[in-house]
């Protein structure tokens, strides 16, 4: 099956430093992939929609300059967290299509800043 | 807008046969997706429903009625490592979309 890897698998940081996480589609060619957080106990939200060689489309409350989204290529896109405070302590999943309906999850990121 | 409803907890014993039910309000539907999640772990595919009716794969199946905007999972000979939360996600848009998601569903199985 499709397999997405992400990195780090976790994190940890000082406030106001800046995280990149990675998502990557290993053996298929994604046209999309979606960014997602997920709180304790709470569902996965969409953040963000990325598709290769344009730009992000964010969900409303998301804030683009916060959390840069780059898709650099077919099998790359990347998440930038900058200024992580505390409240952007979270778990970041990430997922790709090649444009089906079946979505492949990336493993997640988890980010604790301190 | 966009409603996803699941109970937010369960519990069963080993052996037994729970369902998990999902109702859903959504501008669009072309599809009904179950997701097994593992504290700390990325969802994994469980099922994908789009037609009204009962889908079976082993020991899980899932069931669709668009007409009722409700789904069910049902899992059967409940082992331990069941426990999970159990997501109900909605395809409202086109394929290649984003899911809406429910806030999951924690099944606990005790012994």
């Known amino acids: 099956g499709a397999v997405v890897s992400q990195h780090p698998s976790w994190v940890i940081c000082k406030s106001g430093t800046s995280v990149k996480i990675e998502c990557r589609s290993l053996?298929?060619?994604?046209?999309?992939m979606f960014w997602y957080r997920q709180f304790p106990k709470q569902s996965l939200m969409l953040m963000a929609t990325?598709?290769?060689?344009?730009?992000?489309?964010?969900e409303q409350g998301v804030e683009k300059d916060k959390f840069l989204i780059n898709h650099a290529s077919l099998t790359l896109s990347t998440l930038t967290v900058t200024s992580a405070h505390p409240e952007d302590s979270s778990f970041y999943i990430c997922?790709?299509?090649?444009?089906?309906?079946?979505?492949?999850f990336g493993p997640g990121t988890r980010l604790l800043v301190l | 807008g966009q409603n996803i409803d699941q109970p937010t907890e369960m519990t069963a014993t080993e052996g037994a046969i729970v369902q998990i039910n999902c109702t859903y309000q959504?501008?669009?539907?072309?599809?009904l997706f179950w997701y097994q999640q593992h504290a700390g772990e990325a969802p994994t595919f469980l099922s994908y429903?789009?037609?009204?009716g009962l889908e079976e794969k082993g020991r899980f199946s899932s069931f669709l009625s668009r007409s009722k905007g409700y789904s069910y999972l049902l899992l059967k000979e409940l082992q331990m490592k069941d426990s999970a939360s159990y997501l109900c996600?909605?395809?409202?848009?086109?394929?290649?979309?984003?899911?809406?998601f429910g806030k999951g569903t924690t099944l606990s199985v005790s012994s």
């Open positions: 997922s790709a299509t090649t444009g089906e309906v079946t979505q492949y």
């Open positions: 053996d298929f060619q994604a046209t999309t």
């Open positions: 990325s598709n290769e060689g344009s730009k992000a489309t964010y």
């Open positions: 959504t501008s669009g539907f072309n599809g």
């Open positions: 429903n789009v037609l009204d």
């Open positions: 996600a909605v395809l409202a848009n086109q394929a290649g979309t984003a899911l809406i």
